[in-house]
């Protein structure tokens, strides 16, 4: 395998060009948004070596939520190309502009929906690929301790340190986008992380400073965590390896 894994990429929403680029340096760990993508997704892992890929549904796309019993049904049906299940979560900025009653709904939708990938985790024991963010991340937590998740990445996860305590405490990791190149805030938070659960992701093709995000970005990130940990990039490198093995069990 490549020695960099991209943890947390939306591949098939990559072009051509930059999915064989990323696949000539890189390990990639691809996620589902909607049904369709989990389609391509399973399309695409079959004729690509390096990719690996987690199904599921984002949740900020609660307009997608209705796929959820086709979604469970590709996920069975593939548990076996599958590392895991994902991305799957809580809703927290596409309720940001939601009248009180209509936000309150659609966190209750999607806490039943993550109920559902989380037991299904538990259940083909995959591991999950998470977007949290915010204080409804306990809510998260509580789910996956209730089904005894044991393998559980929090991609660009920026919560508070009670927060991240408690993800070191149940052995899961963390992995830091790209925006940690130009972020300040975001290497404060960082910064006051156990380096030792940390991963590194590109979630292309997320745009960052008005640049498509891609897997070769993870360059970067590993030199800025090296200056922030004050230790050597490999270390970062080698520490983002071991930690993404052990997530989605590949060697
Ligand atoms: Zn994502």
């Given at each position: 395998m490549k020695k960099i894994i991209d943890n947390h990429c939306h591949f098939e929403q990559l072009t051509k060009a930059e999915?064989?680029?990323?696949?000539?340096?890189?390990?990639v760990v691809g996620v589902a948004s909607?049904?369709?993508?989990?389609?391509?997704?399973?399309?695409?892992?079959?004729?690509?070596?390096?990719?690996?890929?987690?199904?599921?549904?984002h949740p900020e796309h609660f307009n997608h939520y209705h796929e959820l019993?086709?979604?469970?049904?590709?996920?069975?049906?593939?548990?076996?190309?599958?590392?895991?299940?994902?991305?799957?979560?809580?809703?927290?900025?596409?309720?940001?502009?939601?009248?009180?009653?209509?936000?309150?709904?659609?966190l209750q939708q999607g806490l039943?929906?993550?109920?559902?990938?989380?037991?299904?985790?538990?259940?083909?024991?995959?591991?999950?690929?998470?977007?949290c963010v915010g204080e409804s991340t306990w809510q998260a937590i509580?789910?996956?301790?209730?089904?005894?998740?044991?393998?559980?990445?929090f991609?660009?996860?920026?919560g508070d340190?009670?927060?991240?305590?408690?993800?070191?405490?149940?052995?899961?990791?963390?992995?830091?986008s790209p925006q940690v190149n130009h972020d300040a805030v975001y290497q404060h938070t960082v910064k006051k992380m156990p380096k030792e659960i940390l991963c590194l992701e590109s979630d292309g093709p997320w745009c960052y400073q008005d640049?498509?995000?891609?897997?070769?970005m993870m360059k970067n990130s590993a030199l800025q965590l090296a200056q922030l940990f004050e230790c050597s990039t490999n270390d970062i490198i080698e520490t983002s390896q071991r930690n993404g093995k052990a997530l989605w069990q590949i060697s």
């Open positions: 999915q064989q680029r990323a696949l000539a340096d890189y390990t909607d049904y369709q993508s989990c389609l391509a997704l399973i399309d695409l892992q079959q004729c690509s070596e390096g990719l690996f890929i987690c199904l599921g549904i019993p086709r979604v469970i049904e590709l996920i069975e049906k593939h548990q076996h190309q599958l590392v895991g299940i994902g991305e799957i979560g809580l809703p927290y900025f596409s309720l940001c502009k939601m009248a009180s009653d209509e936000h309150k709904h659609i039943v929906i993550f109920e559902q990938f989380v037991q299904l985790a538990a259940k083909l024991n995959l591991a999950v690929n998470l977007h509580a789910i996956l301790q209730r089904y005894q998740i044991k393998r559980a990445l991609h660009w996860f920026a340190s009670k927060l991240v305590h408690t993800i070191y405490e149940n052995g899961w990791f963390i992995s830091v640049m498509r995000g891609e897997p070769a």
